[in-house]
């Protein structure tokens, strides 16, 4: 059974940084695309970062230009920093980890953008 738990969340001032995490095990790590997504209350669930095996990265539209993901194979880890926050960026935000049909969840970590 993979495993993805996820840390770096909490409360920060609009403007501010955070940095999340998503440490990775039982699973071969570098063949799998790594994803961040975020689910506010209400709302569906979106890609906000992703990072292919070989590194290519895509961004959903908010985020671009402020947030940047990366991996690190040698550690299982893939990691989000997140610059610039915005109150609309407050939601619980979850790893993801895919390769052909199989797709991985961790549990969520919340992240609140709010002075």
């Known amino acids: 059974q993979v495993q993805l738990v996820e840390s770096g969340g909490g409360l920060v001032q609009p403007g501010g940084s955070l940095r999340l995490s998503c440490a990775a095990s039982r699973v071969a790590f570098s063949v799998y695309a790594m994803g961040w997504y975020r689910q506010a209350p209400g709302k569906q669930r979106e890609l906000v970062a992703s990072?292919?095996?070989?590194?290519?990265?895509n961004y959903g539209d908010p985020v671009k230009g402020r947030f940047t993901i990366s991996r690190d194979n040698a550690k299982n880890t893939v990691s989000l920093q997140m610059n610039s926050l915005k109150p609309e960026d407050t939601a619980v935000y979850y790893c993801?980890?895919?390769?052909?049909?199989?797709?991985?969840w961790g549990q969520g970590t919340q992240v609140t953008v709010s002075s």
């Open positions: 990072i292919l095996s070989g590194g290519s990265t």
């Open positions: 993801n980890a895919a390769i052909g049909r199989l797709n991985y």
